[in-house]
């Protein structure tokens, strides 16, 4: 079974600039979160989807935005780059039922 | 607010000598505390839950315990390919086990 991906691996962007990062998650999972992780801050949770819906949302400015597929299948988006939004955002996947969350191996985002 | 606290920062053993990391939560509610296990360069892996004061759950050298105040993570013999960063979390009730406040974690090095 593979596990969640997450592409792409690295991105470099700007102050300003949009950016979008991508997530599949784990065949059968419908719960997909998202989570950034920086070093002085550690994993900070940024939302949930669950079937297409937002079912929770952390305390993140509305320049975080994301949204779910009808395959699961999930998007982040952050708009206006700002330099202290370089970090690795990390998409995990969850079964129904289920507490054990399996992460993907993030994206690593650098704004300059 | 929930917070987590997670010491040491770092420790360093030599393989085969014992130690115990700490957990401490304040949170209103608390539905689940969590473990996980984060190599460098990849997302979190899932390790353990603890629903409830007084429970233990075991894995190989890993064991973890919980009290109403804080969790320890035991581990017994330890061996080189234990080094990671390990993660503490909390679930708040009610709530998804996908939103979950991490604490900064352990940076854990083993040696020969």
């Known amino acids: 079974k593979a596990g969640v991906t997450q592409t792409p691996r690295y991105l470099i962007k700007t102050r300003g600039q949009q950016v979008t990062l991508s997530c599949s998650p784990i065949?059968?999972?419908?719960?997909v979160s998202w989570y950034q992780q920086t070093p002085g801050q550690g994993l900070q949770f940024l939302f949930e989807?669950?079937?297409?819906?937002?079912?929770n949302k952390g305390n993140f400015p509305g320049r975080f935005s994301g949204r779910q597929f009808s395959n699961s299948r999930s998007e982040m988006n952050v708009s206006t780059l700002e330099l202290g939004d370089s970090a690795l955002y990390l998409c995990?996947?969850?079964?129904?039922?289920?507490?054990?969350?399996?992460f993907g191996s993030g994206t690593q985002l650098s704004v300059l | 607010e929930d917070q987590v606290t997670q010491s040491p920062e770092a420790l360093r053993l030599q393989e085969g000598e014992s130690s115990s990391l700490n957990c401490s939560y304040t949170?209103?509610?608390?539905?689940?505390l969590f473990w996980y296990r984060q190599d460098p360069g990849k997302g979190p892996e899932f390790l353990f839950t603890?629903?409830?004061a007084g429970e233990e759950k075991e894995k190989e050298r890993l064991k973890a315990t919980l009290t109403k105040k804080e969790s320890f993570l035991h581990i017994t013999a330890p061996k080189p390919e234990d080094s990671a960063t390990y993660l503490c979390?909390?679930?708040?009730?009610?709530?998804?086990?996908?939103?979950?406040?991490f604490g900064t974690g352990t940076r854990l090095q083993v040696t020969l």
């Open positions: 989807y669950f079937s297409e819906t937002q079912r």
């Open positions: 603890l629903y409830s």
């Open positions: 995990a996947s969850r079964a129904d039922r289920d507490e054990k969350l399996f």
């Open positions: 979390a909390v679930q708040k009730a009610p709530g998804t086990a996908s939103k979950l406040t």
């Open positions: 065949s059968g999972h419908r719960s």
């Open positions: 949170v209103s509610g608390l539905r689940g």
